[in-house]
Structures are given as structure tokens and as C-alpha cells.
């Protein structure tokens, strides 16, 4: 790949700019909004931002760190329709969505221990760093989650001890710094929380004690409320129900509650919705939700679907009701766990089924039936070729050659074509340096979508000179000789952004050199970014501005004694490349 910086115009930029409490932003917010984080991933992340009509405190409130505590996640999202009195809201329902759609607690790795260092192994640090981003413009977090059993202080019976978690509201300290104060907040929410409430199923205080040197929970230290005391010195606390309670309606409404309390106690006032359990309790079972090669498909009972072979899916949302925010997933009978909804799939061996799912919940299937032949791939060569998706485009890759992409690109290992390669036959191919499943030393990595990150590389297996990142991707099947080829990693290069005046007579366009570091100087104004000069493609490219809190459509205001600072990051990771100084002239 001849490396040509190119000018690529209009950039849409569903720009991560969360939008603003200060002179600089652009103008005032609407009510409500909202904007999701690494759109297009296996892990997209959103967050809703309500706020309110009178000014008061900013508190983040986030559910499904964790899959499979779904109260956590449909009480947050059930909270993105309150109406907030005062202050402002921002709501993250679903932050770890793979973990949702299996319904499991962590894929990799446990997100919400990776909170103490900016890690850079898997997606879950790219989420956690996003999350740190947004939680260090709030003045509170109240997290939600669901635990086994009931949490009780002294041990009454195997489902109510002191290491169970259920029904309790959890808190790293009594009181941090002797300025936050979070038993006397836990204990006023408890004792109206409690009314009504039967006695076995009441909620208890309970006090992990992580900055005791004994404590019996210093895992806690790498989490995100433990987070929002040390480094941000911010009331945080966590809000746990029962997975052993089965009435999903009544829970996730007694999570509301409390909710609602704690935000009062943060200074917050807010409306609930109205919603009955029934409703809570079937809300992921009706409509359609994907569409599949254009045909739609309900999200109940088993349909049938004929596909040519080594044909392409298309796989898309369809109907998803926007009160519950239900994120569809499709998984293919040979590749379990990975979400089709976010990746292009061209099979080169048939599969027999797919699994359709709303927020982990299987609730419908597709038989496949697989006949004819796909032209518009080439004919099976001997020595084999490399099939591979860069940022969602097909690539056929010989023995020995190249396939150049820029840091942060995303990238799909699809199989084996030609070279021997049968139908049904699991090939084994590997990137070298990449670990795509924690805890299955396999080697295998098709089918797995992986960020091309170099810090995420193992160095032993990489080369890393002249500012390249360069890994052998190798084919290992048993029976087979090893063959590979290279994936060359080139630098993100921004070399200038072009910015255009917004609601101006004059057509100011200037162009600003981007120089990380550095202050340039403008005419006062509105402006957005209407291109980048860059290598690689520009959606991999998102921008912050300042304290931002909600999306801004790529606009941002420019006044004299108001300098703003807006920092370009990897739009698949969120790690920052640099940030540039606007003042007005």
C-alpha cells in the first residue's frame, strides 16, 4: 500500500464532543440525548444524557457492567424516560454489551476490576476508558447491580451471610476524607426504601471497608466506585437486588426506588415512569428485531432461510423498540458469542443455524439451507489465500504478502480459500501477539473481531520498526504446512483539519495544520469540522472538546476569553492522540 495522506471531506462526525456547562459549547442542549461510543464494534457503548430544568448536580448512573445482572440494565434503561426536575442525568444502561448478549459476567475479563490503571489488552479497557471519561464530568455515580443470595452482616442461613451481595446497597467506606459521607445517604435510602418492603427481602447496608488493610474485599480497589472516591472525590455507591429473588418485575421496580432515593440524597430530583411488572417482564418478547438479507424475522419460534454458498449475510437491526432499548444480537451456530449484527460474515463453510437474541434472551432461531454457488468470489488457487475483513471490506490475501491497515483499524480473519481448504474443516489461524480468547490457548483467532492496537500486541511477537507494528498472520491447521502472511500497522497521521464557519454569512474555511500540543488562533465563532487530512479511514476518528457532556453534531462555539481544547482520539479505542488549543482572536 503506496501510504498517501489523504483529504477526505464531509466527515460526519457523530462527534464524541459530550457537550457542555461551559462558555464554549455550542448551543444549549436539548432534554434529552444520546450518543453511543464505539459504534460499529462488537462493544458499542451509550450513554443517555437528561437534563433537567433547573440546574443541579451531574450524576452517571450505570447498569450491565456486568451480563448477567439484568435488573441492573433494564432498571437504567427504564430511567432514560424520567423526567429530571434538576440536574442532569447521564445514563449508561448497558456498559459491557457482549457480556449482555451471552448473559455472562466478562468475556475477557472482569470490566469492572479495570478501573485502577488505563490497561490496553482487550475491548474491556477500551469500555473502561470511555467510562472513566464520562464519570470525570459527573459530581456523583450510583452503579447497579445483582447479586446472589442476601447480603446480612452475620450469618443467618446459606442464602442470607455476610458473602452474599443481594439486596443491599454497598459502599466502600462509611465516610471518605471525612467530607462524603455515604452511610448517612445509604441509611436515609434505606430507611424509607425498606416500607412496604417484606422483612426478608429488605435491603441492608453493607460496608466493604476497601481501604482497610483487612478488608475481605480488596479486589474492590480496581473498581469503578472505589474509582470515583480516590480519583475524582465523588459520593459513589452501588445499588444490589437479589438474583434469587424470580420476580424480574417487582426487583428491577424496588431498584427504581432506590434509585430515585439516592439520586434525591445527591441534590437530583427526578419523575419515574410509569411502568408495570408485567411490562418489565416481557419487554424483550415481541416485535422483530433483525433483518436478515432484507427478509425480516420475528423474534419467536424457528424460521428457514436459503443462502448461497459461500454467500454473504447481511444481518441488520430491524424494530427495535426505543422504550426498552433491547440490543439485538445473531449468533452463528459455528461462531457462538460473536454478534453478526457488527461484522460482515462471508461463508466460506456453511453453518446450520442462527441464534437470534435481545439482550442475551434467545428468542428466536434461523435454519439455514445453503445451495449454489457465490461468483463474486475467485476460484480455489492452490496455495491458499488469506481471507480477511478490514474495516468491514474483503480482502484476499496471498502466501508472503501484505495486508497494510492504520492503528485502531478493526479487523475480521474470515478463513482459508483455496490451498486445501474443505468445507467443515475448522481452520486454525493465527495472529501472532494477539489473544483473542482468554483462557483457550488455541491460536485460533478467525472469526473474532480484533482492533489492530500495538499496544495491545505481546512485543516478543511483533516487529516494531521505523514506527510500524508488524504481525505474522499464520495458518496452523493440523495436517496442513504453516503458511502465513504480514499485517503491517502503520501510525495514525492527522496532518490538518478543515473547519467551516456555521450560521455566518462570511465562508471562512480555515485549514488548521493539527500540531498535538499546540494553540492556533481563529476568528470568533461557530465552526465544525468539515474534513480531516489523514491516513486511514476518518470513522476511526472521533474528537472531544473540554467538558463536554453530550453529542454536538461536529458544531462547537469559539468566544474571546473562552479557550477551548479539543482532543482527537481512536474512535475503536477512545485513547487519545493529542489535543490542540483554540482561542479567539
Known amino acids: 500500500m503506496k501510504r498517501i495522506l489523504c483529504r477526505i471531506f464531509c466527515l460526519s462526525l457523530a462527534l464524541g464532543c459530550l457537550c457542555a456547562s461551559t462558555a464554549s459549547a455550542a448551543a444549549s442542549a436539548p432534554a434529552s440525548s444520546a450518543f453511543t461510543f464505539f459504534k460499529g464494534t462488537q462493544y458499542p457503548l451509550t450513554v443517555h444524557v437528561l437534563k433537567g430544568e433547573k440546574p443541579g448536580p451531574t450524576v452517571m448512573v450505570q447498569g450491565g457492567i456486568q451480563g448477567d445482572e439484568s435488573s441492573g440494565f433494564i432498571t437504567a434503561q427504564i430511567l432514560t424516560r424520567a423526567k429530571v426536575k434538576n440536574g442532569t442525568l447521564f445514563i449508561v444502561p448497558r456498559a459491557n454489551v457482549p457480556t ?145 429473588i424470580i420476580q424480574l418485575g417487582w426487583k428491577v421496580k424496588q431498584q427504581l426506588r432506590a434509585t430515585k432515593l439516592m439520586l434525591h440524597q445527591y441534590g437530583v430530583e427526578v419523575e419515574l415512569p410509569r411502568v408495570t411488572e408485567k411490562e418489565i417482564e416481557s419487554y424483550a418478547r415481541s416485535g422483530k428485531l433483525v433483518s436478515i438479507n432484507g427478509q425480516e424475522f420475528p423474534t419467536t419460534g424457528t424460521a428457514t432461510l436459503r443462502v448461497s454458498s459461500n454467500g454473504q449475510l447481511r444481518i441488520e437491526p430491524a424494530g427495535i423498540n426505543p422504550d426498552w432499548g433491547t440490543v439485538p444480537a445473531v449468533f452463528a451456530s459455528d461462531r457462538p458469542g460473536v454478534n453478526m449484527l457488527s461484522m460482515p460474515r462471508l461463508a466460506l463453510s456453511g453453518f446450520q443455524t442462527l441464534d437470534l437474541r435481545g439482550d442475551g434472551r434467545r428468542i428466536g432461531k434461523v435454519r439455514l439451507h445453503w445451495d449454489g454457488k457465490n461468483s463474486s468470489i475467485p476460484e480455489p488457487t492452490k496455495l491458499p489465500l488469506f481471507v480477511c475483513w478490514l474495516n468491514k471490506k474483503l480482502h484476499f490475501i496471498p502466501v508472503n504478502g501484505v495486508l497494510d491497515a492504520v492503528e485502531g483499524d478493526q479487523l475480521v480473519i474470515e478463513g482459508i480459500w483455496g490451498g486445501g481448504a474443505r468445507a467443515g474443516r475448522e481452520e486454525i489461524l ?140 481512536q474512535a475503536t479505542t477512545f485513547r487519545p492522540l493529542g489535543t490542540m488549543k483554540f482561542i479567539a482572536e
Request: charged share 25%.
Open 100 to 244: 449482555v448478549n451471552v448473559r455472562r459476567r466478562q468475556i475477557n475479563v472482569d470490566l469492572n476490576r479495570r478501573f485502577d490503571q488505563d490497561y490496553s489488552n482487550y475491548f474491556e479497557d477500551s469500555l473502561a476508558r470511555a467510562i472513566r471519561f464520562l464519570l470525570d464530568r459527573c459530581d456523583g455515580l450510583i452503579h447497579l447491580h445483582e447479586g446472589s443470595g442476601f447480603y446480612r452482616p452475620t450469618y443467618e442461613d446459606v442464602l442470607r451471610n455476610p458473602k452474599k451481595y443481594g439486596q443491599s446497597i454497598i459502599i466502600d467506606t462509611p465516610v471518605f476524607e471525612n467530607k462524603i459521607h455515604l452511610a448517612d445517604k445509604a441509611n436515609a435510602v434505606l430507611k424509607d426504601l425498606n416500607k412496604g418492603i417484606p422483612h426478608s427481602y429488605r435491603f441492608t447496608l453493607f460496608n466493604t471497608n476497601t481501604f482497610k488493610h483487612a478488608t475481605h474485599h480488596k479486589e474492590q480497589r480496581k473498581s469503578l466506585t472505589y474509582y470515583a472516591l480516590t480519583h475524582r472525590g465523588i459520593p459513589a455507591l452501588a445499588i444490589e437486588v437479589s438474583k434469587d
Open 430 to 569: 493465527n495472529l501472532k501477539g494477539i489473544v483473542s480468547q482468554v483462557g483457550a490457548n488455541s491460536g485460533q483467532d478467525a472469526g473474532y473481531e480484533i482492533v489492530l492496537d500495538s499496544k495491545a500486541f505481546l512485543p516478543r511477537y511483533v516487529d516494531k520498526a521505523n514506527g510500524l507494528c508488524e504481525a505474522r498472520l499464520v495458518r496452523e491447521t493440523p495436517g496442513f504446512i504453516r503458511r502465513s502472511c504480514l499485517v503491517r500497522i502503520h501510525p495514525r497521521e492527522v496532518k490538518a483539519l478543515q473547519l467551516a464557519s456555521v450560521g455566518s454569512a462570511s465562508s471562512v474555511s480555515p485549514l488548521i495544520q493539527w500540531e498535538a500540543g499546540e494553540t492556533s488562533s481563529l476568528r470568533a465563532g461557530q465552526y465544525r469540522v468539515s474534513s480531516v487530512w489523514s491516513n486511514g479511514d476518518t470513522n476511526k476518528l472521533i474528537f472531544t472538546l473540554d467538558d463536554s457532556l453530550i453529542p454536538w453534531e461536529g458544531a462547537f462555539s469559539l468566544t474571546k476569553g473562552s479557550p477551548i481544547r479539543l482532543t482527537l482520539r
